[in-house]
């Protein structure tokens, strides 16, 4: 069973100002960039007993379908946690909010149907380690619901994306990388990639840094 949402240990990242500007841009996000229909998008077909990462405010919660019988959702910030534990007690599945890193579930192996990082694996200071972990706790053929950002655009982009992460972006973004590559991580730990496509946020408007994105699905393998 995870720690329940009360018993908060140790933070494992604590970035409050960026997680107040976070909460902030986040919730405008919704219907100005369209990630509310993002979000429905990735959630959309799921079932059984989820598990998210890095689940911030807690914006997903409200757009998974009757069909999850529980989501688990695991964020290490203290004040995004917070948010979404209000966001759990309004949402229509069973939400359980609980405190821990991306690199050390706390949860046990092979207990998820489902898993959904979004947004997250931009920030998590073991990418390699953190994917392991999502493979240790889906059950052999469970699925990942992935949206991410990262790498993208022309050599002058892609160039100040790595400039950026050398320099400025990750302290002001709550340890935020552009120029990572989630879905080469994720094959390269190990899954086996379903369905997925190139996004572009905001749709229409201004192309930025962090404008470059993915949506799609992995699988554990059946067999590992």
């Not at 494992?12 to 979000?39: C, D, K, N, Q, W």
């Not at 757009?63 to 948010?83: D, K, M």
């Not at 935020?176 to 905001?202: D, I, K, N, T, W």
Request: hydrophobic share 40%; charged share 25%.
């Amino acid at each position: 069973m995870p720690l329940r949402s009360g018993k908060v240990p140790r933070d494992a990242v604590h970035h409050p100002l960026f997680a107040r500007y976070y909460a902030r841009i986040s919730v405008a996000a919704e219907t100005r960039m369209g990630m509310g229909r993002v979000r429905e998008r990735l959630l959309d077909g799921l079932s059984g007993r989820v598990l998210e990462i890095g689940a911030g405010n807690g914006l997903n919660f409200a757009h998974y379908p009757g069909t999850v019988s529980e989501v688990v959702a695991i964020e290490p910030e203290r004040r995004l946690r917070q948010l979404a534990v209000e966001a759990a007690l309004r949402a229509e599945v069973p939400v359980d909010v609980v405190p821990g890193a991306a690199e050390a579930l706390p949860v046990k192996s092979e207990g998820f149907d489902a898993a959904v990082v979004s947004l997250v694996l931009c920030s998590v200071r073991d990418v390699p380690r953190a994917l392991g972990e999502l493979r240790r706790v889906l059950r052999p053929g469970g699925e990942v619901r992935f949206f991410e950002h990262g790498r993208g655009g022309g050599r002058v982009m892609t160039f100040s994306q790595r400039a950026l992460d050398r320099t400025v972006w990750p302290t002001l973004n709550g340890g935020c990388h552009l120029s990572r590559e989630p879905v080469r991580a994720l094959r390269e730990a190990g899954f086996e990639l379903g369905p997925y496509r190139q996004v572009l946020m905001p749709e229409h408007g201004p192309t930025l840094p962090a404008s470059y994105c993915v949506l799609g699905t992995a699988f554990r393998p059946l067999g590992g």
